[in-house]
């Protein structure tokens, strides 16, 4: 099924609200309907948005949250 453009940007935005509030790939895909791989890719397309590097000392899913809320500046 594809999706609108709409469509797409409310569920990155009900994503982007449930990593916020601490949930984990899981139980985002568990709380939208989704296949846990649909959510990874969305968090994934998100960590780019924000440019965020692969860095492993780095927490990345904490860095996109804090940028999310304005906590920290994004790249």
């Known amino acids: ?25 899981k139980a985002i895909a568990t709380e939208l309907f989704l296949t846990e791989k649909t959510v990874k890719v969305y968090v994934s397309r998100l960590y780019e948005k924000l440019e965020l590097p692969a860095d492993p000392r780095m927490n990345t899913r904490v860095s996109a949250v804090l940028m999310l809320q304005g906590g920290l500046p994004c790249a």
């Open 1 to 25: 099924m594809i999706t609108s453009y709409p469509q797409r940007r409310e569920r990155r935005k009900q994503i982007s609200d449930l990593l916020m509030r601490g949930f984990s790939n």
